[in-house]
């Protein structure tokens, strides 16, 4: 029995289609972004500016956690002891927003409790700005990347379109499919670093609104405090009355 020969053209063939499959496979993901071309370099720096906003303010909101009911109770005792400066102090040893907050109220103690709270309301303002600073940076990345990633792909069509004319039409697919796809990463690169940094804006927006409103919270609840024994001598003296 004749055993047919495999065709030596088609074996060739093979080998060279897994040959090139082999090296797209092994291409490594630094090569695959270097084919994007130029645009690369600011989405690069996009997406390194992107990483260190969203680390530094995860850290900086972190940090601003304290357990609020024990912090106003421990003020209190002290306030309601007579020792002022020890308040004081209590509140330089605890490096949070509210103990700024709150210090800013103490050290107005003994004027109209409406100056106290112009005191507390500006201190409140500006650990606000520190809670929102370079959040800007990441919307404007999350805006501003998808678009540079889109200009890298049109910019890339135009010359593979340049191509085509400089060959007269006369192009390979395979060729031009290659142009395509070099220059379709800078879109993908592009909405990845933009997704990113947008669910990251909202999602630490929502961190440092959460912030705010607790803050806003334990402001109120010290100046009733303050408050609270002025209250107690005006029913007193309804009563009497």
Known sequence: MIQSQPDT???NAVADTLGIAGQQETMSMFEL??????????LFILSV???????????????THIEIDGFLRTVEGMLKDGDRQRALTYCDGIDKPLARILKAGIQRLGRPIRDIEDAISNAGKKEIFHL????????TIAGV?????????VTGMIEAFMDIQSLQGNVNPSVLAGGIWEALITTA?????????????NFLLGKINRTVHELENASADFIDMLQGPSNKK????????
Do not use: C, H, S
Request: proline share 3%; glycine share 10%; charged share 15%.
């Open 9 to 11: 053209a088609d074996t």
């Open 132 to 139: 929102e600073k370079r959040m800007n940076w990441l919307a």
């Open 49 to 63: 500016l992107a990483i260190f906003v969203i680390a530094e303010r995860w850290r900086t909101l972190n940090n």
């Open 234 to 241: 005006e029913k007193q003296a309804q009563r009497v009355q």
């Open 33 to 42: 972004l270097a084919e994007g071309g130029v645009l690369m370099i600011p």
């Open 189 to 201: 690169t592009g909405l990845i670093v933009g997704i990113i940094a947008y669910g990251f804006y």
């Open 145 to 153: 990347a998808p678009l540079v990633g889109f200009t890298g792909t």
